[in-house]
């Protein structure tokens, strides 16, 4: 399994022509959020949050494509929201087909299996599947039981039928090391193309806000979760983003790697951080004050971030960007990864959620109310 060949190199020769051409700024995945609307309410995101009429509005076919055209990063991910919940998001996937980009559709898979059908499979296209532990633990974030299950069932039967299937995985600070490798055992063996992993950022708007990671926790956890891993486990993630992780390489936040464009433009600066929006993508990258993001920067927001969404971009490019970022990630993917000596776990509960502990009670009261009024009048027609 892993990430086709013909994806890996337009990507390689897409950020060798940028730095070829000298550009140091560049966007590498557009993050287009075609809606808010949910049908889960987790306790650790702040996207179900918006006000009603917000929940109810989507991105046009023909909006999402004048983002991408605009963008002209090689890649598009999809999240939300729910995507599948967008009534159009068939002929939003048929459209960045057509424009030969490669697509990373991020959906919690409860509609997912009965709505294969909409989609034709395609080197272009993966459903990136959302799982957040083992069952009791991914039930537990997502604030429902039985999630788990179905987004199991859904995996085997986009893979049955055929389709690219990738994971992505958020922790937090009552994640049990042992039991996420255990993940990546069932994962592996259902045969996912590859999972993806990153700590969960401390959106303002999260119901729960006790158990999002700071830097050292992240590091430490990273630690013992990769300790020895096993050579048949695939990540769709760059080698030195995983390294990154584990406090073993450092890396610079590139917000404008994973530029978002959603119902109220593109976001500044980031997919994380909401501080105000424009009408283009080249005025995004031009009248943001970058400097004032990233950990370097001193922005008190970004101290404990270590998401992938702001650094896979920069482990790329450093990939690119010295013989010595060019050879350490040729040897990781050759050997695997550095071997590390786990650190003690940080006042991380490991036993809460392997208990089948929940969210905080009454954590995400407004957002399951919110859940009850759209459920009826914004299902999709399919």
């Not at 830097?215 to 630690?223: D, I, M, P």
């Not at 950990?295 to 970004?302: F, H, I, M, P, V």
């Not at 990864?337 to 509960?349: E, F, G, S, V």
Request: proline share 7%; aromatic share 10%.
């Amino acid at each position: 399994m892993g990430v086709p060949v013909s994806q890996m190199w337009r990507v390689a020769s897409y950020v060798l022509g940028q730095r070829l051409r000298g550009n140091k700024r560049y966007p590498l995945v557009l993050m287009l959020e075609p809606l808010f609307r949910c049908n889960l309410a987790c306790a650790g995101c702040g996207k179900i949050q918006h006000p009603k009429e917000i929940l109810k509005k989507h991105l046009t076919p023909e909006e999402c494509f004048r983002a991408v055209d605009e963008c002209g990063a090689p890649m598009v991910s999809i999240p939300g929201g729910e995507p599948l919940l967008h009534p159009e998001i068939d002929q939003i996937v048929a459209g960045l087909v057509e424009r030969k980009k490669y697509i990373y559709l991020c959906t919690n898979a409860i509609l997912l299996e009965k709505n294969l059908h909409r989609f034709t499979p395609s080197k272009f296209l993966s459903f990136s599947v959302h799982l957040d532990g083992p069952r009791e633990e991914h039930d537990a974030a997502v604030c429902r039981e039985g999630i788990y299950d179905k987004a199991i069932a859904a995996i085997k039967a986009a893979i049955e039928a055929g389709h690219r299937v990738t994971t992505n995985t958020t922790l937090y600070n009552n994640a049990s090391p042992e039991r996420v490798r255990a993940m990546f055992d069932t994962l592996t063996e259902i045969g996912v193309e590859g999972m993806m992993v990153s700590p969960g950022y401390p959106y303002e708007k999260a119901p729960d806000q006790e158990h999002f990671l700071i830097r050292e926790q992240t590091q430490s956890l990273f630690q013992r979760i990769f300790h020895q891993p096993k050579k048949e486990w695939v990540f769709n993630q760059s080698p030195l983003f995983l390294e990154f992780l584990k406090g073993n390489w450092q890396l610079e936040c590139t917000p404008w790697g994973n530029p978002t464009f959603n119902l109220f433009g593109w976001q500044q600066p980031c997919y994380l951080l909401d501080e105000g929006y424009v009408d283009s993508f080249d005025e995004l990258m031009a009248a943001t004050q970058w400097e004032n993001y990233g950990r370097a920067s001193g922005n008190e927001k970004c101290q404990n971030c270590m998401v992938h969404c702001g650094y896979e971009p920069s482990a790329v490019d450093a990939t690119f960007r010295s013989l010595k970022g060019f050879a350490a990630t040729a040897w990781l993917t050759m050997f695997g990864q550095w071997k590390t000596n786990p650190k003690p776990l940080l006042a991380i509960d490991t036993a809460a959620l392997s208990a089948g502990g929940n969210a905080p009670e009454g954590a995400n009261s407004r957002g399951q109310e919110m859940l009850v009024q759209l459920e009826v009048e914004s299902r999709p027609k399919v």
